[in-house]
Protein backbone atom coordinates (compact mmCIF):
# COMPACT_ATOMS: atom_id res chain seq x y z
CA UNK A 1 0.00 0.00 0.00
CA UNK A 2 1.06 3.39 -0.73
CA UNK A 3 2.20 4.97 2.18
CA UNK A 4 1.45 8.71 3.22
CA UNK A 5 4.55 9.68 3.71
CA UNK A 6 5.88 9.19 0.14
CA UNK A 7 2.76 11.07 -0.72
CA UNK A 8 3.90 14.07 1.30
CA UNK A 9 7.48 13.80 -0.89
CA UNK A 10 4.35 15.27 -3.79
CA UNK A 11 2.64 17.42 -1.85
CA UNK A 12 5.83 19.47 -0.50
CA UNK A 13 6.23 19.98 -4.24
CA UNK A 14 2.73 21.85 -3.78
CA UNK A 15 3.45 24.17 -0.83
CA UNK A 16 7.27 24.34 -2.44
CA UNK A 17 8.91 23.95 0.83
CA UNK A 18 12.30 25.54 1.19
CA UNK A 19 11.84 27.77 4.15
CA UNK A 20 9.10 26.53 6.41
CA UNK A 21 6.18 29.09 7.94
CA UNK A 22 4.13 28.38 10.70
CA UNK A 23 1.15 27.64 7.60
CA UNK A 24 3.57 25.33 5.95
CA UNK A 25 4.70 23.21 9.13
CA UNK A 26 0.96 22.81 9.94
CA UNK A 27 -0.02 21.43 6.90
CA UNK A 28 2.63 18.90 6.85
CA UNK A 29 1.52 17.74 10.20
CA UNK A 30 -1.54 17.64 8.68
CA UNK A 31 -0.60 15.52 6.15
CA UNK A 32 0.93 13.29 8.49
CA UNK A 33 -2.02 13.04 10.56
CA UNK A 34 -3.93 11.28 7.99
CA UNK A 35 -1.45 8.57 7.23
CA UNK A 36 -3.70 5.68 6.10
CA UNK A 37 -6.61 7.20 9.20
CA UNK A 38 -10.35 5.51 7.93
CA UNK A 39 -13.06 7.54 6.64
CA UNK A 40 -16.25 6.12 8.25
CA UNK A 41 -19.79 6.60 6.84
CA UNK A 42 -22.66 6.20 9.07
CA UNK A 43 -25.06 3.93 8.87
CA UNK A 44 -27.93 6.33 8.32
CA UNK A 45 -26.36 7.60 4.91
CA UNK A 46 -28.79 8.12 2.43
CA UNK A 47 -27.25 7.66 -1.51
CA UNK A 48 -28.57 9.71 -3.86
CA UNK A 49 -28.10 10.31 -7.47
CA UNK A 50 -29.19 13.98 -8.72
CA UNK A 51 -30.62 14.20 -4.82
CA UNK A 52 -33.63 11.91 -6.17
CA UNK A 53 -32.73 8.51 -6.43
CA UNK A 54 -32.04 6.73 -3.68
CA UNK A 55 -29.37 3.66 -4.41
CA UNK A 56 -27.54 1.35 -2.38
CA UNK A 57 -24.48 1.80 -0.40
CA UNK A 58 -22.00 3.00 -3.63
CA UNK A 59 -19.85 -0.49 -5.64
CA UNK A 60 -16.60 -0.87 -3.92
CA UNK A 61 -13.60 -0.52 -6.17
CA UNK A 62 -9.61 -0.30 -5.24
CA UNK A 63 -10.18 2.99 -5.10
CA UNK A 64 -12.45 5.86 -3.77
CA UNK A 65 -12.46 9.48 -4.45
CA UNK A 66 -14.47 11.21 -1.30
CA UNK A 67 -15.00 14.72 -0.99
CA UNK A 68 -16.67 16.67 1.87
CA UNK A 69 -18.65 20.29 1.02
CA UNK A 70 -19.49 22.20 3.57
CA UNK A 71 -21.19 25.21 1.27
CA UNK A 72 -23.45 24.31 -1.02
CA UNK A 73 -24.02 27.75 -2.01
CA UNK A 74 -20.63 27.75 -4.35
CA UNK A 75 -21.30 24.19 -5.43
CA UNK A 76 -21.58 25.52 -8.93
CA UNK A 77 -18.53 27.87 -8.73
CA UNK A 78 -16.06 26.64 -6.74
CA UNK A 79 -16.74 23.14 -6.81
CA UNK A 80 -16.06 23.25 -10.25
CA UNK A 81 -18.36 20.11 -11.18
CA UNK A 82 -17.30 20.43 -14.44
CA UNK A 83 -13.99 20.05 -14.04
CA UNK A 84 -14.67 17.16 -11.82
CA UNK A 85 -16.94 15.25 -14.32
CA UNK A 86 -14.14 15.42 -16.90
CA UNK A 87 -11.63 14.54 -14.30
CA UNK A 88 -14.08 11.38 -13.28
CA UNK A 89 -14.62 10.09 -16.72
CA UNK A 90 -11.25 10.38 -17.55
CA UNK A 91 -10.39 7.70 -14.91
CA UNK A 92 -13.37 5.66 -15.60
CA UNK A 93 -12.02 5.01 -19.16
CA UNK A 94 -9.39 3.33 -18.17
CA UNK A 95 -9.83 2.31 -13.86
CA UNK A 96 -13.00 1.83 -11.58
CA UNK A 97 -12.86 4.46 -9.56
CA UNK A 98 -15.67 5.30 -7.04
CA UNK A 99 -17.00 8.49 -6.47
CA UNK A 100 -18.73 10.48 -3.32
CA UNK A 101 -19.49 13.64 -2.48
CA UNK A 102 -20.88 14.48 0.74
CA UNK A 103 -22.68 18.10 1.15
CA UNK A 104 -23.27 19.94 4.75
CA UNK A 105 -26.76 21.20 3.77
CA UNK A 106 -29.73 19.35 3.16
CA UNK A 107 -31.15 18.70 -0.13
CA UNK A 108 -32.75 21.64 -2.24
CA UNK A 109 -34.19 22.35 -6.10
CA UNK A 110 -31.33 24.68 -6.30
CA UNK A 111 -29.12 21.17 -6.01
CA UNK A 112 -30.89 19.45 -8.01
CA UNK A 113 -30.76 22.00 -10.63
CA UNK A 114 -26.62 22.23 -10.02
CA UNK A 115 -26.56 18.48 -10.17
CA UNK A 116 -28.30 17.79 -13.29
CA UNK A 117 -26.89 21.29 -14.89
CA UNK A 118 -23.77 19.43 -15.02
CA UNK A 119 -24.94 15.87 -15.60
CA UNK A 120 -23.24 14.74 -12.19
CA UNK A 121 -24.57 11.08 -11.99
CA UNK A 122 -22.18 10.01 -9.12
CA UNK A 123 -23.39 9.36 -5.52
CA UNK A 124 -23.84 12.25 -3.01
CA UNK A 125 -25.13 12.22 -0.20
CA UNK A 126 -26.67 15.23 2.03
CA UNK A 127 -25.65 15.53 5.79
CA UNK A 128 -26.58 18.60 7.50
CA UNK A 129 -25.07 19.62 10.58
CA UNK A 130 -21.46 18.35 12.09
CA UNK A 131 -21.76 15.06 13.42
CA UNK A 132 -20.08 13.36 10.19
CA UNK A 133 -16.52 16.18 10.54
CA UNK A 134 -16.67 15.52 14.21
CA UNK A 135 -17.30 11.78 13.52
CA UNK A 136 -13.88 11.81 11.45
CA UNK A 137 -11.87 14.78 12.62
CA UNK A 138 -11.91 16.39 9.33
CA UNK A 139 -9.89 19.13 8.75
CA UNK A 140 -10.92 22.76 8.81
CA UNK A 141 -9.33 23.87 5.69
CA UNK A 142 -11.22 22.89 2.41
CA UNK A 143 -8.41 22.36 0.85
CA UNK A 144 -7.65 18.92 2.91
CA UNK A 145 -11.29 17.70 2.73
CA UNK A 146 -11.30 15.44 -0.09
CA UNK A 147 -9.16 12.41 0.15
CA UNK A 148 -7.82 9.17 -2.54
CA UNK A 149 -9.35 6.36 -0.39
CA UNK A 150 -8.31 2.33 -0.69
CA UNK A 151 -11.38 -0.23 -0.58
CA UNK A 152 -11.26 -0.18 3.21
CA UNK A 153 -11.99 3.73 2.89
CA UNK A 154 -8.41 4.38 4.25
CA UNK A 155 -6.23 7.64 3.06
CA UNK A 156 -3.74 7.31 0.23
CA UNK A 157 -3.49 10.67 -0.30
CA UNK A 158 -5.23 13.98 0.71
CA UNK A 159 -6.00 17.39 -1.09
CA UNK A 160 -7.68 18.49 -4.18
CA UNK A 161 -6.99 17.45 -7.52
CA UNK A 162 -9.70 20.01 -9.39
CA UNK A 163 -7.77 23.05 -7.86
CA UNK A 164 -3.90 21.72 -7.37
CA UNK A 165 -1.98 20.05 -10.36
CA UNK A 166 0.19 18.54 -8.09
CA UNK A 167 -2.17 16.55 -6.21
CA UNK A 168 -4.18 15.42 -9.63
CA UNK A 169 -0.51 14.11 -10.58
CA UNK A 170 -0.48 12.19 -7.47
CA UNK A 171 -3.76 11.17 -7.68
CA UNK A 172 -3.13 9.23 -10.86
CA UNK A 173 0.14 8.18 -9.97
CA UNK A 174 -1.20 6.01 -7.23
CA UNK A 175 -4.12 4.80 -8.98
CA UNK A 176 -1.86 3.86 -12.41
CA UNK A 177 -0.04 1.63 -10.05
CA UNK A 178 3.29 4.21 -10.97
CA UNK A 179 6.19 4.63 -7.85
CA UNK A 180 5.68 7.64 -5.88
CA UNK A 181 9.72 8.83 -5.51
CA UNK A 182 10.61 11.12 -3.14
CA UNK A 183 11.66 15.00 -4.62
CA UNK A 184 14.64 16.34 -3.47
CA UNK A 185 13.31 20.48 -2.81
CA UNK A 186 16.64 21.16 -2.30
CA UNK A 187 17.11 21.07 -6.07
CA UNK A 188 14.56 22.68 -7.08
CA UNK A 189 15.36 25.84 -9.04
CA UNK A 190 13.45 28.66 -7.27
CA UNK A 191 13.63 32.35 -7.87
CA UNK A 192 12.11 35.43 -6.43
CA UNK A 193 9.16 38.09 -7.34
CA UNK A 194 7.54 41.21 -7.29
CA UNK A 195 3.82 41.79 -7.68
CA UNK A 196 2.55 45.14 -8.15
CA UNK A 197 -0.39 44.71 -6.28
CA UNK A 198 -2.80 41.56 -4.77
CA UNK A 199 -6.00 42.85 -4.92
CA UNK A 200 -7.92 44.86 -7.59
CA UNK A 201 -11.88 46.08 -6.91
CA UNK A 202 -13.88 46.66 -9.80
CA UNK A 203 -15.86 48.62 -8.50
CA UNK A 204 -19.62 48.81 -9.30
CA UNK A 205 -20.73 47.72 -12.96
CA UNK A 206 -23.57 46.42 -15.21
CA UNK A 207 -23.14 42.74 -14.64
CA UNK A 208 -23.94 41.77 -18.00
CA UNK A 209 -20.07 43.70 -19.22
CA UNK A 210 -17.00 41.97 -18.86
CA UNK A 211 -14.58 43.08 -16.75
CA UNK A 212 -10.81 43.28 -16.59
CA UNK A 213 -8.10 43.47 -14.40
CA UNK A 214 -4.00 43.22 -14.48
CA UNK A 215 -2.02 41.82 -12.28
CA UNK A 216 2.54 42.05 -12.87
CA UNK A 217 5.17 40.00 -11.29
CA UNK A 218 8.26 41.08 -11.45
CA UNK A 219 11.37 38.49 -11.62
CA UNK A 220 13.91 39.77 -9.43
CA UNK A 221 15.51 36.85 -8.65
CA UNK A 222 18.69 35.31 -10.98
CA UNK A 223 16.60 32.05 -12.11
CA UNK A 224 13.40 31.93 -14.67
CA UNK A 225 10.39 32.54 -13.11
CA UNK A 226 7.94 29.42 -14.25
CA UNK A 227 4.27 29.36 -13.52
CA UNK A 228 2.99 25.90 -13.57
CA UNK A 229 -0.89 26.27 -12.90
CA UNK A 230 -3.30 28.84 -12.32
CA UNK A 231 -6.11 28.28 -10.38
CA UNK A 232 -9.73 30.44 -10.53
CA UNK A 233 -11.86 30.10 -7.43
CA UNK A 234 -14.79 30.51 -9.91
CA UNK A 235 -15.46 28.99 -13.50
CA UNK A 236 -16.71 33.20 -13.76
CA UNK A 237 -13.10 34.31 -13.61
CA UNK A 238 -10.24 33.40 -16.17
CA UNK A 239 -6.59 33.90 -16.11
CA UNK A 240 -4.55 34.53 -19.90
CA UNK A 241 -0.69 34.74 -19.41
CA UNK A 242 2.30 33.72 -21.34
CA UNK A 243 3.51 30.22 -20.60
CA UNK A 244 7.11 31.05 -21.73
CA UNK A 245 9.57 31.25 -18.90
CA UNK A 246 10.19 34.67 -17.62
CA UNK A 247 13.75 35.82 -17.67
CA UNK A 248 15.23 37.22 -14.49
CA UNK A 249 14.50 41.26 -14.54
CA UNK A 250 11.54 40.74 -16.94
CA UNK A 251 7.75 40.51 -16.23
CA UNK A 252 4.94 38.52 -16.22
CA UNK A 253 1.51 40.05 -17.35
CA UNK A 254 -1.53 38.26 -15.62
CA UNK A 255 -5.35 39.15 -17.52
CA UNK A 256 -7.91 38.05 -15.85
CA UNK A 257 -11.19 38.29 -17.02
CA UNK A 258 -14.43 38.37 -15.28
CA UNK A 259 -17.72 37.46 -15.98
CA UNK A 260 -20.89 37.74 -14.02
CA UNK A 261 -23.70 34.67 -14.48
CA UNK A 262 -26.02 37.42 -12.60
CA UNK A 263 -26.33 39.96 -10.11
CA UNK A 264 -23.94 39.68 -7.03
CA UNK A 265 -21.32 41.28 -4.73
CA UNK A 266 -18.11 39.26 -5.29
CA UNK A 267 -14.91 38.64 -3.75
CA UNK A 268 -12.78 35.58 -6.00
CA UNK A 269 -9.40 34.54 -5.80
CA UNK A 270 -7.02 33.57 -8.60
CA UNK A 271 -3.87 31.21 -7.07
CA UNK A 272 -0.90 31.14 -8.88
CA UNK A 273 1.58 28.27 -8.82
CA UNK A 274 5.34 28.78 -9.73
CA UNK A 275 9.05 28.13 -8.49
CA UNK A 276 8.90 31.14 -5.77
CA UNK A 277 9.34 30.31 -1.83
CA UNK A 278 6.47 32.33 -1.25
CA UNK A 279 4.54 30.25 -3.92
CA UNK A 280 1.24 29.86 -4.35
CA UNK A 281 0.48 33.40 -4.52
CA UNK A 282 -3.34 34.57 -4.17
CA UNK A 283 -4.47 37.98 -6.15
CA UNK A 284 -8.49 38.79 -5.38
CA UNK A 285 -10.43 40.73 -7.53
CA UNK A 286 -13.93 42.29 -5.73
CA UNK A 287 -16.53 44.24 -6.76
CA UNK A 288 -20.20 44.70 -7.76
CA UNK A 289 -21.56 43.23 -10.49
CA UNK A 290 -25.32 45.14 -10.36
Not at 41 to 47: M, N, Q, S, T
Not at 53 to 59: L, S, W
Amino acid sequence: MYRLFSVLCILGVMFLLVSCNTRERNQVQLVRAWQEKEIVYPDDFVYTVYGEDTIKTPEKFQFQIFSYVDSIGCMSCKLKLGLWKSFIEELNAYYNVSILFVFQTEMSEETKYILKRYNFNYPVVFNKGDAFIALNNLPADDNFRTFLLDKDNKVLAIGNPIHNPKVKELYLKIIQGEEVEQKDESKVIRTKVDIDKTSVSLGSFDWKKEQKAIFVLKNTGNKPLVVEYVNTSCGCTSVDYSKEPVQPGKEMILNVIYKAEHPEYFDKTITVYCNVETSPIVLRITGNAE
